[in-house]
């Protein structure tokens, strides 16, 4: 095309340019919808082909979009700049490049590109006589963002079309597909094609319909295609020797789970659109059958359980699964897919739930990885929604901000080095894109330099902060508790508190985490490899619950693990096989209905170190404990009354099949229980 402009001014036409512009406008939401950016748009970067067609080329400094979470981490590499053709050290050409490649913003999206397609909508519309006039036209479209007054006066239409798209701020330049569907006269098959449209989506005649899928599917053309496959789908998602090591990876899962008295629950890897919308419902991989049935791959594991879980109006359980979660890949490769561990407890709202689903996770990250490297990342949406009011982000944007922090600064653990050194990148981005003032911006800072970090200093200080706000100090309170339960469990990993961490998945309310690994030396800088997420997600259950049913939806709390990550990195390495499990489990229980929380809880890490399946409780009565054991099938129960730890240290096992009982000291319980599980707790002996 640049060689086209050489001539143009002799042959510019208004259809002419409308139509040139249309089809690079085309390729670029094809482009985009197949998550590249170019980047490099200029007018020698675009070619006809010998039907005069417009196409686009030089992908060198294409780069992909991150549409998706493809590898389940939750966070954007920082890209270096590359050198353009005309030497400036940026990527792109200068007159072509948008102004937050060269102010090296940490995030650019697809934008850059429609500025680039700007400057050249400009050129189609703008011929020039000389190469002089034309460095010192776009000099001041480019540095004042000022066309000429007699070129505006003649085309008012183009020239407010021209300002949208050399707009400094990326969020308010129009999407190729928005140009397409809002700004570009029609194209001549666009008629056509919208009556084919039209009697398609009618139900009455599905002639259309089923000819159009007869021509999707038919094998010649399938056989063609298949004669020259994508690069992507010729290679494996996993090495052949990884097989035995997933296998071995699963069995601990399924261990460790059981261990926390958890039964499995089966998801469908596949299923029927149903119509039902939901916040994934556009994030989804979706497969058309020969019979013109759109099908859905699993996304996520959570929502089908707790649709499950309302259907039958389920009040408490313990669940797992392990299966594959599928992810949209770019272009026309295959769909990528993860090894997906979930756990999740329903009923109860104490953070005890909330802490033995930490306990459950890290006992599993623990047999792949060194505690010391084990980074627990904490958050509370109450306390979240209070620091942005503190900070005084609009009610409007905060969405918007939360995701540019947690995909530019919260990839970095709080108070180290390099995410300090992101402030400098992201601040620009803060004010100019997402339109922050300076105060809120600084106080957005402070937050991260003051309410980020160990866990026990942020408290005090948040607490010191937000003493007006009720429902902040109440999210407070719920941190507190919820870390004591983890200490009495032994919990030693680092545990930091970042308010600036949004949830990982649209239905987590109130207490969420994220669960990392440290990689690299502590005196470097080192990347955090994200294991696990997780949270309570109450919303999502009321949301699915049966209206009808005059019972109340329980509380859920679970947690999503990101099990190929256990994947050492020698494959010949051992991951460690599965112990052999025990079948019985066991009811911790007080005496005089709740109370001894403490002891209880401190019994409960004994049992699971010995792996003795056991379900803590929260405070329930006797009666109700009684109820617990019966419609969980458990048939051992261990008392403990304050009396009995206070004056002879002894707890009671009772047997409710054998109807037998017996007084243990307390220290001996681990040993106790071990023999007689072995024995079925049938040989009488145990009980004498």
Request: negative net charge; contains cysteine.
């Amino acid at each position: 095309m640049r060689q086209d402009f050489e001539t143009y001014s002799s042959s510019f036409n208004v259809d002419h340019a409308w139509h040139l512009f249309r089809q690079i406008v085309e390729g670029l939401a094809h482009v985009h919808s197949q998550g590249i950016i170019h980047r490099d748009l200029t007018p020698s970067n675009i070619f006809f082909d010998v039907r005069n067609d417009i196409k686009i080329g030089d992908f060198g400094l294409a780069k992909f979009l991150k549409l998706e979470q493809l590898d389940h981490d939750q966070y954007i590499p920082t890209e270096g700049m590359g050198v353009s053709m005309d030497g400036t050290g940026q990527v792109g050409t200068y007159f072509y490049t948008a102004p937050e490649v060269e102010q090296k913003w940490p995030q650019i999206n697809e934008k850059v590109d429609m500025y680039s397609a700007g400057v050249i909508f400009f050129e189609l519309w703008h011929p020039f006589s000389t190469a002089m006039e034309r460095h010192l036209v776009l000099t001041d479209l480019k540095q004042k963002g000022e066309s000429p007054v007699s070129w505006s006066t003649q085309f008012p239409g183009q020239s407010n079309l021209l300002r949208r798209l050399l707009c400094p701020s990326p969020s308010e330049r129009p999407s190729a597909i928005e140009l397409l569907q809002n700004d570009l006269p029609p194209r001549m098959e666009d008629e056509w094609l919208n009556d084919v449209l039209r009697m398609i989506q009618t139900p009455e005649d599905t002639y259309v319909y089923d000819r159009v899928i007869s021509t999707i599917f038919n094998e010649d053309q399938l056989v063609a295609k298949m004669q020259c496959p994508h690069e992507s789908s010729k290679k494996s998602t996993y090495k052949n020797d990884n097989s035995e090591l997933l296998d071995s990876i699963i069995e601990v899962s399924k261990e460790v789970f059981k261990r926390h008295c958890a039964k499995r629950f089966q998801i469908s890897p596949l299923h029927t659109l149903d119509g039902k919308f939901t916040e994934n419902s556009g994030k989804t991989v979706k497969i058309l059958t020969q019979g013109g049935e759109m099908l859905e791959l699993c996304y996520e594991l959570r929502t089908p359980f707790v649709m499950s879980v309302a259907a039958n109006q389920l009040s408490s359980c313990k669940r797992y699964e392990i299966s594959w979660v599928h992810r949209r890949a770019v272009g026309h490769s295959t769909p990528y897919r993860f090894l997906q561990g979930d756990f999740d407890i329903i009923g109860g709202s104490s953070p005890i739930t909330h802490a033995e689903v930490i306990k459950v996770a890290l006992d599993l990250v623990r047999r792949f990885y060194n505690s010391k490297a084990i980074v627990i990342r904490l958050n509370h949406s109450k306390l979240a929604e209070a620091v942005c009011s503190w900070a005084g982000v609009p009610q409007e944007r905060r969405q918007n901000v939360a995701e540019f922090l947690s995909s530019t600064l919260v990839q970095y653990c709080p108070n180290k080095a390099d995410r300090k050194s992101q402030w400098s990148l992201i601040r620009g981005q803060l004010l100019q894109d997402l339109r922050l003032s300076e105060e809120v911006v600084e106080k957005l800072h402070k937050a991260d330099q003051r309410f980020c970090g160990s866990a026990d200093l942020v408290l005090a200080r948040l607490r010191g902060t937000l003493f007006y706000d009720k429902s902040a100090c109440k999210a407070l309170d719920d941190l507190s508790t919820f870390l004591k339960c983890l200490r009495v469990w032994s919990v030693e990993e680092h545990i930091a508190i970042d308010v600036l961490m949004p949830p990982s998945d649209y239905y987590y309310t109130d207490l969420f985490f994220q669960i990392y690994s440290k990689e690299g030396s502590p005196a470097s800088s080192s990347h955090e490899k994200l294991l696990a997420v997780g949270g309570r997600y109450d919303m999502l259950m009321e949301n699915a619950w049966d209206n009808t049913h005059k019972t109340k939806p329980p509380g859920a709390v679970g947690v999503s693990i990101a099990l190929e990550k256990f994947l050492p990195n020698n494959p010949s390495s051992d991951v460690g096989l599965p112990r052999i499990e025990n079948s019985i489990s066991v009811l911790v229980c007080s005496k005089g209905g709740g109370g001894l929380l403490n002891e209880r809880m401190e019994l409960v890490a004994e049992l699971w170190e010995a792996n003795i399946k056991f379900v803590p409780q929260e405070d329930p009565s006797l009666q109700e404990q009684y109820e617990y054991a019966s419609d969980h099938d458990i048939k051992c129960l261990v008392f403990i009354t304050e009396a009995g730890l206070s004056q002879t240290d002894l707890v009671k096992v009772r047997h409710l099949d054998a109807r037998k009982e017996k007084d243990v000291e307390k220290e001996e319980i681990v040993k106790f229980l071990s023999e007689a599980i072995s024995l079925q707790f049938k040989n009488p002996t145990i009980w004498s």
